[in-house]
């Protein structure tokens, strides 16, 4: 963990964090993506996926896949996280990883996926759902 981000976690959660799955990414077919959490804002989450439907099919694979594999990260001293292994293989990682702040969590990315990522969003002409943005500017 770079050194700018360890005395907010430390203050936030006492160096708790939750690392899952990045579903968004993995059911997109892509690979090398995890996300961490701050363990206060898992448990905001965990609240709101325990409000959707339990008979709603979509919900029960979110709940399976991301609850599922959800495993706690505490974060020592030095800014270090254990990733799991079974976590670390799902997401194809390495001895090289991406942090990317993402408001109230982060992204863990192997390397090479996130170059390849970035350069894909450097050079599409997407602009798929910029009208949903509203007012925002920059």
């Given at each position: 963990?770079?050194t700018?981000?360890?005395?907010n976690?430390?203050?936030?959660?006492?160096?708790?964090?939750?690392?899952?799955?990045?579903v968004?990414?993995?059911?997109?077919?892509?690979?090398?993506c995890?996300?961490?959490?701050?363990?206060?804002?898992?448990?905001?989450?965990?609240?709101t996926?325990?409000?959707?439907?339990?008979?709603?099919?979509?919900?029960?694979?979110?709940?399976?896949?991301?609850i599922?594999?959800?495993?706690?990260?505490?974060m020592?001293?030095?800014?270090?996280?254990l990733?799991?292994?079974?976590?670390?293989?799902?997401?194809?990682?390495d001895?090289?990883?991406?942090?990317?702040?993402?408001?109230?969590?982060f992204e863990?990315?192997?390397?090479?996926?996130?170059?390849?990522?970035e350069?894909a969003?450097?050079?599409?002409?997407?602009?798929?759902?910029?009208a949903?943005?509203?007012?925002?500017?920059?």
């Amino acid at each position: 963990m770079p050194t700018r981000y360890r005395e907010n976690i430390h203050a936030c959660c006492d160096r708790q964090l939750i690392i899952t799955v990045a579903v968004n990414e993995r059911c997109l077919g892509e690979l090398g993506c995890l996300w961490l959490y701050p363990l206060p804002e898992w448990e905001k989450l965990e609240n709101t996926i325990s409000q959707l439907p339990t008979l709603n099919k979509m919900a029960g694979k979110l709940r399976r896949f991301l609850i599922g594999n959800a495993t706690e990260c505490d974060m020592d001293a030095q800014g270090r996280l254990l990733l799991p292994e079974k976590l670390r293989t799902f997401a194809n990682m390495d001895k090289k990883l991406v942090l990317v702040g993402q408001l109230n969590k982060f992204e863990v990315w192997n390397d090479s996926a996130w170059q390849a990522k970035e350069q894909a969003w450097m050079t599409e002409d997407d602009n798929d759902g910029l009208a949903e943005l509203g007012t925002l500017s920059f």
